[in-house]
């Protein structure tokens, strides 16, 4: 047979077109906004910076595209990666199409850790942002699983554990900034929360890449176990799979990357939602392909995202967490009504 | 022997499933784990098959602890059929069995031609060769079922467990499943089943359950009697032997349920 070599052809023709798209996107990114910059003094910057290529360039210009806008994009890239690769862990293990880091609470928990550590100064100091969203992400996954398990085994009881959840800690946000914060703090806090890219520098990618990489480099490792979930927990752990095991590790490394990426740029939603089956239409349900390709798609998904909600109101910037909730609540209701057709 | 278990319980809540059951399966042998619902045969089922571990009493894997291997090692020599396992993925027919060649594959091994050669032998074993490319919502429960079979059979395992594998399915689907199961050569198989028919005629032997506890083993000639039919489901029956051996059971309908309350007088 040799439809080995011809998938390893095709596989790697696929990897080479998303890394295309996904650099047309940096790019564009990097060229759009407020000023327009013509693409080749993007790419003119990007030499200067990367390889010293000495090309004679405006200073306001290199500075926008480099410190400015470039670094917002990779930041994007980064987040939508790690949001797509969160839902499709999430979708997987519980077996839920409607799983994603937001719906669960996840998100909601992480902004609560966020700003317990930033406002309230929880953890004396020692704790860094970054560390008290995890701590919130988990402890909010917790209660949302434990108050499912209490709820019954239905599938929707996740889901609506998951809401209660995150009213819970929405509110406990809103009390502690209201409480703590002064006006000024409390503006940017409130729209920090509905997800906002501006402010993100190149600081910023120092974290969310290698968090991202590595949630990436995880998750393939599990791509197998993953694969084995298809019909249950009870087959998986017939074809072998250490369940808890696996659980632990996934569902910790999807809080990690919800956390590190709501500390950058607040909790965005329905990215983990909509990327996964926008990802399994284009490339199937095996987690070997559907996992490089969903942080594909969630990268290429946020830049295009935060440049519309640069451009769409003249001489105003949209949180892009209004136009994610624009694209993904009617994909939502999409996968709900599908769901119901098929069951 | 392959499986031992020796004096195996399990409970939840205060309450017993499994209480003290031992028994050793032969090799080649069909071995059938009959009883009423709620006797403890799938319990005992995901104790065999080292799902669960038992709270008391141990089993052993060919003469090894089932407690020491690790889950992998199980997988490669056991593989189980569950009662009615599904799935809203757009998985093909196909993928679902390939799904049978993870025990065998780690995390950075590649999928091989020797596992395509392994996954399309499994699928003609049952007959669901020309099905590969069709999706899973699309095909009935008996070609869901056979699928399942056939993924456990692309396990390679010495023994294959089943739990009440024909529970869904209509008569013809029940006995051709089981007779699928009953040709595969050098295999070992343990199937929960809730028709005493299907065990009388498949079962080289069977082990009856009741209340949790292991009630009767032995061949099914032997051991499926009027009075243990009687004792263990509650029902009366009339069982016949026909010329070639094989065993005839006929249920008799229960008696009408009295009103315990009767009119005293009516004019």
Same mark, same amino acid.
């Not at chain 1, 839920?96 to 799983?99: F, G, S, T």
């Not at chain 1, 906002?196 to 190149?202: A, C, E, I």
């Not at chain 2, 809203?88 to 998985?91: D, G, L, M, N």
């Given at each position: 047979m040799t439809t080995a070599t011809a998938s390893w052809t095709k596989r790697s023709g696929a990897v080479f077109a998303a890394l295309v798209m996904l650099i047309i996107a940096l790019w564009l990114g990097a060229a759009i906004g407020e000023t327009a910059i013509p693409m080749d003094i993007v790419a003119k910057t990007v030499a200067n910076r990367l390889w010293s290529a000495g090309y004679p360039l405006e200073p306001l210009d290199e500075g926008i595209i480099w410190n400015y806008r470039l670094s917002r994009a990779v930041v994007a890239a980064c987040c939508g990666a790690a949001l797509g690769l969160s839902g499709v862990v999430l979708q997987s293990l519980l077996r839920?199409?409607?799983?994603d880091p937001y719906i669960l609470g996840i998100s909601a928990g992480a902004s609560t850790g966020a700003v317990s550590v930033a406002i309230l100064g929880v953890g004396g100091g020692l704790l860094t942002l970054p560390i008290g969203a995890f701590a919130g992400a988990l402890l909010a996954f917790g209660l949302v699983s434990l108050l499912a398990v209490r709820a019954g085994s239905g599938t929707n009881a996740i889901i609506l554990a998951g809401v209660a959840g995150s009213q819970l800690f929405n509110a406990l946000t809103s009390f502690i900034v209201t409480k703590a914060a002064n006006a000024e703090q409390a503006r940017g806090i409130m729209f920090w929360l509905l997800g906002?890219?501006?402010?993100?520098?190149?600081e910023d990618v120092g974290q969310s890449f290698p968090v991202a990489l590595a949630g990436l480099l995880v998750c393939l490792w599990h791509a197998r176990a993953l694969d084995a979930f298809t019909f249950g927990t009870e087959s998986a752990a017939s074809l072998g799979i250490p369940v808890r095991r696996v659980y632990v590790v996934l569902i910790g490394v999807s809080a990690l990357m919800t956390a590190v990426m709501v500390g950058i740029v607040g909790s965005i939603g329905f990215v983990g939602l909509v990327i996964p089956h926008a990802a399994r239409m284009l490339v199937?349900?095996?987690?070997?392909?559907l996992l490089p390709a969903s942080a594909m798609t969630g990268a290429v998904f946020m830049i295009v995202a935060d440049i519309v909600s640069r451009i769409i109101l003249p001489g105003q910037v949209l949180p892009i967490g209004v136009i994610t909730a624009l694209v993904g609540a009617p994909a939502f209701a999409m996968i709900l009504t599908q769901k119901k057709a098929r069951a | 022997m392959t499986i031992s278990a020796r004096n195996i319980s399990w409970s939840i809540g205060g309450q017993? !499933?499994?209480?003290?059951v031992s028994f050793d399966i032969v090799p080649g042998e069909f071995f059938g784990i009959i009883g009423p619902n709620g006797s403890g045969k799938t319990t005992l089922i995901s104790l065999i098959s080292g799902l669960r571990k038992p709270r008391n009493g141990h089993v052993n894997l060919f003469g090894e602890?089932?407690? %020491?291997?690790a889950k992998r090692q199980i997988s490669q020599r056991i593989a189980l059929v569950e009662q009615h396992a599904e799935t809203?993925?757009? !998985?093909t027919a196909r993928q679902a069995v390939e799904l049978g060649r993870t025990p065998h594959?780690?995390?950075?091994t590649p999928w091989s031609q020797a596992d395509d050669a392994i996954v399309d032998a499994a699928l003609r074993e049952v007959k669901m060769s020309t099905f590969?490319?069709?999706?899973?919502?699309?095909? %009935?429960g008996g070609e869901r079922q056979r699928l399942h079979i056939a993924r456990a059979l692309a396990q390679q395992p010495e023994i294959l467990i089943l739990d009440?594998?024909?529970?869904?399915?209509?008569v013809g689907h029940q006995l051709g499943l089981l007779e699928l199961v009953r040709q595969q050569r050098d295999l070992t198989v343990i199937a929960a089943l809730h028709d005493l028919s299907h065990a009388a005629m498949f079962c080289d032997r069977v082990a009856i359950m009741h209340g949790g506890r292991l009630v009767v083993l032995g061949p099914p000639a032997e051991v499926l009697t009027t009075k243990v039919i009687t004792d263990v489901f509650g029902v009366s029956a009339e069982i016949e032997r026909g010329d070639d051996g094989e065993l005839q059971i006929r249920y008799r309908r229960p008696k009408p349920h009295r009103p315990q309350l009767q009119l005293v007088q009516s004019v």
């Open positions: 839920n199409a409607l799983a906002n890219l501006s402010g993100v520098r190149w199937g349900v095996r987690h070997g392909v | 017993t !499933i499994v209480n003290d602890p089932m407690a %020491s291997l809203t993925e757009r !998985i594959l780690g995390a950075l590969a490319h069709r999706l899973w919502y699309t095909l %009935s009440e594998p024909t529970n869904h399915l209509d």
